[in-house]
Structure formats: C-alpha cells, structure tokens
C-alpha cells in the first residue's frame, strides 16, 4: 500500500523519535505497519471463524429445543395416562 505512495528507496533516518511518529526511520514505520496489518488479518479470520462456530453452535441449539419440546409432551402423556389408567385401578375403579 504505501510502496505506492512513498519513493522505491525512502531510507530517512532521524534520531529524533518525533520526527516520524516515535519511529527512528521510515523503514520501521513501515514494517510497523505490516505487522500490525498482519495482527488484523489474524484477528478478522479469528472472529470469523468463531462466528462460524457461534452459528453452528445456534443451530445445534434449535435442534435440541425441538427433541426437549418432546421430552415434555412425553412427560405430559405418561402423566396423563398414569392419572387416569393406573392410579384409576389403584383407587378401586378395576379391582376384581
């Protein structure tokens, strides 16, 4: 990026830190500037890839509600079948 802004052999030195932002040459500046579009490229695949995981993760989630929403009409069934089938020969209503 700005190899095509700055001439192919700008080597300015200085030992004024300020001079180039608390760089010593152009140089650094620029290899600063790599790394640190480096660091980002890293980071922005990072977050990808957990967004990625993070929407996985979501539909997994969705897939298990629907087996837990079974789950609780089995419950409820079994319950009501208890209540009227076998608690119902308990209290007499079917004894021989």
């Known amino acids: 990026m700005l190899n095509k802004i700055l001439p192919a052999n700008s080597i300015t030195e200085t030992t004024d830190g300020s001079a180039y932002g608390g760089y010593t040459s152009l140089e650094d500046a620029v290899d600063q500037i790599k790394s640190l579009e480096l660091q980002l490229e890293q980071a922005q695949t990072a977050s990808a890839a957990k ?10 989630v969705l897939r298990l509600k629907e087996f837990e929403n079974q ?3 089995f419950q409820r069934i079994q319950k009501e079948f208890y209540d009227e089938v076998v608690y119902s020969i308990r209290t007499g209503c079917g004894r021989i």
């Open 51 to 60: 967004e990625e995981e993070l929407d996985q993760l979501k539909a997994e």
């Open 71 to 73: 789950q609780v009409e």
